[in-house]
């Protein structure tokens, strides 16, 4: 599997990943020569499975490779996490639990970060620094610092090397993903490619400290007009691609139950709060949080506040994805299954035959399963899981960004039943898919759409003339050309080249036995041998010809079935 070539300066950490796997009992992915490479280069750090190891579930085992193997294959464990649609719910579960907890670096390298960033020392930006971080994860810890005027900020630095690293791992993956697709034609089918290159570009995103600033300004503008929701400060005098300053922001986790009863918080109401401000996120400003895991949320006891940190994984809806996210909970709310197929016939990307009959009916099962219980008892989130899954098994590719999506809201349903486990998902989600329609109807946006129509009509009424006066001249003149965008036109001319090729050959063999039977039989004597001879070779080549082009075609055949089995 792992048979690949690769460039030097990565070959030491494509040894390390295949150890690292072979340590969790996968050795059967590799061959025999290729294990004796691994145990040669490896020495005395190369060892097998361990009989305590190979008693835990390969899920399991497969989310120890992930974390020990660091922060690229950690990320994509997370990515992965999000597509119930694609794997089965014990992974899904497993990656879900993936801690990007690591040892810290040394305070020195701190000190060298921050000079190489700033051109100045840490005592000369900062009142105080502490030097032992509160948290460190595999891309870069959290030190607690003050400014000169006293104010408590956190300081996120990035590890040394780490983009170096990240780049190569990447590079080895995205040769393994090549591999696998080439190698496996139904696995081409899960967009595997597109799903890496994805991810890829949210992690480099991640290594440059200044976007998560930006994301965490832009989320607390657009959590400004929620109560009790907060997304701590940037300073970004101190912020560059590897330092991060951000206000610092104490509460309790919101998991922390004992401690939230303690400080008197209300959870009922918390989980409202939680809930609606995740929702409005995603349906209605289109820009959220997606990792909105225990971590990553704190509750200020004082005034009952929700506070976002950690904005370094955040997902973007455009204006039409978020408008059928709304539709179909809209639509899944009034048991409208037609309505839910028909959005997402018009999102997917069919990668097979769509049966759309049996799509509509296997939507319409889901949805009358889950609500025929109250609101109360829905899992809403697993409600959508399940349709996501649906829509794949009939053939159907929704965007990446739908299943970042509910997995956020996944997240934040389990977080939320927590608190309530009365709470009704389903509810908010409907009372702010209202909220969006009134919104929509409102007479400043209403205006604003009506602004935008006149606008394009203007915009046309200048362009029809001349558009339609250069048609008139080109048709005119015969030099009117038309482009047709025709899905597989060069597999299916080539197609016809190949068809139209066997007959022409088959018509040239038949002419040739005809040829070599009338050569064999019309003339005689002595120059009548001549010609019998002549005629039975010409009878054997077309024979052959004949049998070539006959073994061509079941090989075709063949081939065809096999490709077919192979996308199945």
């Known amino acids: 599997m792992f048979n690949i070539r690769y460039p030097t ?3 030491r950490r ?19 020569t290729e294990l ?16 305590e190891t190979l008693q835990l579930g390969i899920p ?33 579960r497993e990656l879900s639990r993936l801690q990007d907890q690591v040892p810290p670096f040394s305070f020195d390298q701190v000190e060298k970060v921050i000079r190489h960033e700033f ?35 956190v300081v996120k630095v990035q590890r040394p090397e780490i983009r170096t690293q990240v780049e190569s791992d990447i590079e080895i993956i995205r040769s393994l993903v090549r591999l696998i697709e080439s190698t496996n034609g139904w696995i081409r089918r899960y967009g ?72 008197h918080v209300d959870r009922v109401e918390l989980a409202r709060v939680f809930i609606n401000s995740l929702l409005t996120q995603l349906l209605l400003e289109g820009f959220y949080h997606a990792d909105p895991h225990p971590g990553n949320l704190l509750v200020d006891p004082d005034d009952e506040t929700l506070i976002y940190i950690d904005l370094g994984m955040t997902g973007r809806l455009l204006a039409d994805q978020r408008q059928a996210l709304e539709d179909i909970i809209l639509s899944i709310m009034r048991r409208d299954s037609a309505d839910v197929t028909r959005i997402i016939m018009s999102i997917g990307t069919p990668f097979q035959k769509v049966n759309e009959r049996s799509l509509l009916y296997s939507i319409d099962y889901i949805i009358n399963r889950y609500l025929e219980v109250s609101l109360e008892q829905i899992q809403f989130a697993t409600l959508l899981k399940e349709i996501l899954g649906t829509i794949f098994r009939h053939n159907i590719r929704l965007p990446s960004e739908y299943s970042l999506a509910v997995k956020a809201i996944m997240q ?84 016809i080249l190949v068809i139209a090729n066997r007959l022409v050959a088959g018509l040239i063999i038949t002419g040739m036995l005809i040829a070599a039977a009338i050569l064999m039989n019309i003339f005689s004597g002595r120059l009548g041998t001549f010609f019998q001879v002549l005629g039975a070779i010409g009878f054997i080549i077309a024979f052959l010809l004949g049998g070539t082009m006959v073994w061509s075609v079941i090989t075709e055949i063949r081939r065809q079935e096999r490709s077919k089995k192979e996308e199945l």
């Open 9 to 11: 300066r990565n070959i």
């Open 14 to 32: 494509l040894v390390e990943v295949q150890a690292t796997f072979v340590r969790y009992g996968f050795d059967f992915l590799f061959e025999t």
């Open 36 to 51: 004796r490479r691994i145990r040669s280069l490896m020495g005395k750090r190369f060892r097998k499975a361990e009989a």
């Open 60 to 92: 399991e085992r497969l989310r120890l490779i992930i974390q020990e193997l660091g922060p690229t294959y950690i990320k994509l464990g997370q990515i992965l996490s999000s597509r119930s649609d694609l794997l089965p719910g014990e992974f899904i």
């Open 119 to 153: 051109k100045k020392s840490i005592p000369e930006i900062f009142l105080d620094f502490e030097p032992q971080p509160f948290a460190a994860a595999s891309i870069g810890q959290v030190h607690y610092a003050r400014l000169f005027d006293a104010t408590p900020v």
């Open 192 to 263: 595997l490619s597109e799903i890496f290159d994805e991810f890829a570009r949210t992690l480099d995103r991640e290594l440059d400290y200044r976007n998560e600033a930006s994301n965490a300004d832009h989320l607390r503008r657009l959590m400004m007009p929620q109560h009790h929701v907060r997304v701590p400060v940037v300073y970004w005098e101190l912020t560059s691609e590897r330092v991060l300053t951000m206000e610092r922001c104490d509460g309790i986790k919101i998991n922390d139950l004992k401690a939230l009863d303690a400080a």
């Open 412 to 495: 934040g349903e389990e977080i939320a039943r927590q608190l309530d486990p009365k709470i009704s998902i389903a509810e908010i989600a409907e009372s702010v898919s209202r909220r969006i329609i009134l919104q929509r109807l409102a007479p400043e946006n209403m205006l604003d759409a009506l602004r935008d129509t006149t606008r394009e009509f203007y915009r046309l009424r200048s362009v029809m003339p001349r558009a339609m006066e250069s048609i008139i001249r080109q048709l005119a003149e015969g030099k009117l050309v038309i482009g047709l965008d025709i899905p597989m036109f060069k597999w299916i001319i080539n197609s």
